[in-house]
């Protein structure tokens, strides 16, 4: 139910290209359950999970679940629970992917350490569950030289290489199972097809990030902003709706419209908006007349710092005359 990257990161160490994998997923301590072996689409696994097996929900517990904004989407929507509730109770801050872009990972209940939705009975929301729970135990990864960035910073995505990787840890028996699948016919009966292209935009934000290494900074305004469009879309539309955003985005009453009423329309937004605020990307079109405003505002304040140093430097010339009438030194 849940995947280690870290052995995946091994491979990397050795030198072979970057992989993005660990995000949403991760049982820190035991790298060793990846298999080393690279799986296609058309890859053979034989695995079956069910309510029979002896290890049923063992793998619900001692584990890191990184929420995406679908996936809270879809909890919040499932528990009919405002965001902001949800987030309260169900969920804790983390780091993405070791960058400083905040998110949010389920908290694991006090008393035992296990997913809040297992029960005895299985797991409580899932059709809903999460879209780390939908990976196990097929993992993915993309797999690129020198990131899906290309020289000039423009993003690439050709240059991504997918491929997918078995989890084998020692308590899950549902490969002794006998219902073989490809890989493709697994995840799509998990509904991890439809995660991946609600998730990869978003996706892309972190690893991009990433990408930038710790050395670019990313302001706390802008931290801020990236964890509410994450998190919780009320809030976001809000900010749509009652900031002066509309004056300043250039939006067709069509999609106006589509924002007030779709959450996940919505989020697809608020990926595009990240893109455009966060990293400058085309995605959004900025009014002229605000383009204008900006770069009028920049001129005046560059015009007063050139005026402030042209005083200033008159001020010490006058000090500098004053002192040399007092002593007389030239
Ligand atoms: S959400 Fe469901 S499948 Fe995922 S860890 Fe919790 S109980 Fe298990
Ligand atoms: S078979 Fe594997 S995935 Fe299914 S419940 Fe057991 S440990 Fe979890």
């Not at 690279?38 to 069910?50: G, P, V």
């Not at 070791?98 to 350490?113: A, I, S």
């Not at 960035?149 to 990787?165: A, H, L, Q, T």
């Amino acid at each position: 139910m849940v995947f280690d990257a870290a052995g995946v990161k091994g491979m990397n160490q050795a030198g072979c290209g970057e992989a993005k994998t660990n995000i949403l997923f991760g049982k820190e301590k035991n790298p060793s359950s990846i298999e080393p072996k690279k799986l296609t689409l058309d890859s053979k696994i034989k695995f079956r999970c069910h309510p029979g097996v002896s290890c049923f929900t063992a793998c619900c517990g001692g584990i890191k679940i990184v929420l995406t904004p679908y996936d809270i989407l879809k909890l919040t929507q499932r528990l009919d629970m405002p965001a902001h509730d949800f987030l309260h109770r169900y969920a804790q801050p983390t780091y993405l992917e070791k960058t400083d872009m905040p998110g949010v990972m389920l908290k694991l209940r006090k008393e035992d350490n296990r997913c809040p939705f297992v029960t005895p009975e299985g797991c409580t929301v899932y059709s809903d569950r999460p879209t780390a729970c939908r990976y196990y135990p097929i993992g993915m990864a993309d797999f690129h030289e020198g990131g899906s960035y290309d020289e000039s910073g423009v993003e690439n995505p050709s240059r991504e290489e997918k491929f997918f990787f078995t989890v084998r840890e020692d308590h899950c028996k549902g490969f002794e199972e006998d219902t073989l699948w490809t890989v493709g016919e697994w995840r799509k009966d998990q509904g991890v097809d439809v995660r991946d292209e609600m998730n990869k935009e978003w996706l892309r934000l972190v690893m991009r990030r990433k990408s930038f290494g710790l050395q670019a900074t990313l302001s706390e305004q802008a931290k801020r902003m990236f964890f509410m469009a994450s998190t919780d879309l009320a809030t976001f539309r809000r900010f749509i709706f009652e900031s002066s955003f509309l004056d300043t985005y250039v939006l067709d009453e069509e999609t106006i419209q589509t924002l007030k009423e779709d959450d996940v329309e919505l989020m697809l937004f608020s990926f595009k908006y990240l893109a455009s605020t966060l990293f400058g990307a085309n995605t959004l079109t900025i009014r002229q007349e605000k383009i204008k405003e900006k770069i009028a505002r920049m001129k005046q304040e560059q015009d007063n710092s050139i005026r402030r140093s042209v005083r200033e430097y008159e001020e010490l010339k006058t000090q500098m005359a004053r002192e040399r009438e007092k002593t007389g030194i030239r």
